[in-house]
Structure formats: structure tokens, C-alpha cells
């Protein structure tokens, strides 16, 4: 078929041409400023942010018994762990929703929590820092720290 038989819409024409202009400026960005421009993530805010956004609402909220596990090399979902404990199930819900808080005012974008409505298990999902706030007899039970600060075990051999 010949290329003036095939119709031609505005539509089609506006998106190729945007896009064109998209990646053109994209590839030519010369300053590393303009480089994160282009970038998808750039409004994200890196984990090492976050972690610190985290720890000091935690601090603040009077959360006990907290703990930092890097992830680096262990997952390919997030970069760290933050396990913590509230005294009871209105403070860990407290201690939820004021984390929660910090990061959308800090600017994380898709904050995913779960467990709010029972609070004996609370997961805050920020992307690069994953957060478990427990209850303690919940904390101890799942053991959490003990899954992911143990290193792989070698093969036994018969």
C-alpha cells in the first residue's frame, strides 16, 4: 500500500512529532540539571532522604526498639528495612500515620500503607524504604530482623 493511500489524523501526527521532541531534548540534555529534567524520577526523593524523613518521625513519635537493615545486594524491591515497635495498638497507628505524613510532605508520591485498620502490624511501603511498625508481641512472633540479618546458608553435603 502506498504511503498516500494510508490516512493521516491529527492525533497520530501531534503525538510522533512530541515525542520526537521529547527524546531530542532528552538526548540533549548538557547540564545535569536538564538531565534529571528528562528523567522520569527526578521529583523522587533518593532513599537516603527518605531514611533519614523516617527515622526522625519515628524519633519523634516516641517509637521504640527501632532497627535499620540495608538491603543493598539482598532485594531488588527496596534498600532498607525499618522495623520499629509501638506500646499499643493506638500508638502504632499513630506512629503510622505521622510516618506517613512525612513522606508525602517530603515528596514521595506513592506511599502504599496496610494493616491502619487493625494496627498490630503496620506497612508502610515508600518504594526505596519499606517500614513494619508492630506491636511487641506481634514484633516477636514474626521475628522479622532475624529473616533478613541472616546471611545464606551453605548446602549440606550427604
Known amino acids: 500500500m502506498s504511503q498516500s493511500?494510508?490516512?493521516?489524523?491529527?492525533?497520530?501526527?501531534?503525538?510522533?512529532?512530541?515525542?520526537?521532541?521529547?527524546?531530542?531534548s532528552a538526548r540533549n540534555a548538557s547540564t545535569p540539571d536538564a538531565a534529571l529534567q528528562a528523567r522520569p524520577d527526578a521529583d523522587k526523593p533518593d532513599a537516603d532522604k527518605t531514611l533519614r524523613t523516617i527515622l526522625s518521625r519515628l524519633e519523634d513519635m516516641k517509637a521504640e526498639e527501632t532497627v535499620t537493615i540495608d538491603?543493598?545486594?539482598?532485594?531488588?524491591?527496596?534498600?532498607?528495612?525499618?522495623?520499629?515497635?509501638?506500646?499499643?495498638?493506638?500508638?502504632v497507628g499513630s506512629?503510622?500515620?505521622?510516618?506517613?505524613?512525612?513522606?508525602?510532605?517530603?515528596g514521595a508520591k506513592k506511599v502504599h500503607i496496610e494493616g491502619l485498620p487493625n494496627c498490630d502490624w503496620?506497612?508502610?511501603?515508600?518504594?526505596?524504604?519499606?517500614?513494619?511498625?508492630?506491636?511487641?508481641?506481634?514484633?516477636?512472633?514474626?521475628?522479622?530482623?532475624?529473616?533478613?540479618?541472616?546471611?545464606?546458608?551453605?548446602?549440606?553435603?550427604?
Open 122 to 158: 503496620v506497612l508502610i511501603d515508600s518504594g526505596d524504604v519499606i517500614v513494619h511498625v508492630f506491636r511487641p508481641e506481634v514484633r516477636e512472633f514474626y521475628n522479622l530482623e532475624r529473616l533478613w540479618t541472616q546471611g545464606p546458608k551453605p548446602a549440606k553435603t550427604l
Open 71 to 91: 538491603l543493598h545486594g539482598k532485594s531488588a524491591y527496596s534498600d532498607y528495612l525499618v522495623i520499629t515497635t509501638g506500646r499499643s495498638n493506638r500508638h
Open 5 to 24: 493511500a494510508l490516512p493521516k489524523t491529527k492525533a497520530t501526527t501531534t503525538k510522533s512529532t512530541a515525542t520526537k521532541s521529547t527524546a531530542k
Open 95 to 106: 506512629i503510622a500515620e505521622n510516618v506517613a505524613k512525612g513522606l508525602k510532605e517530603a
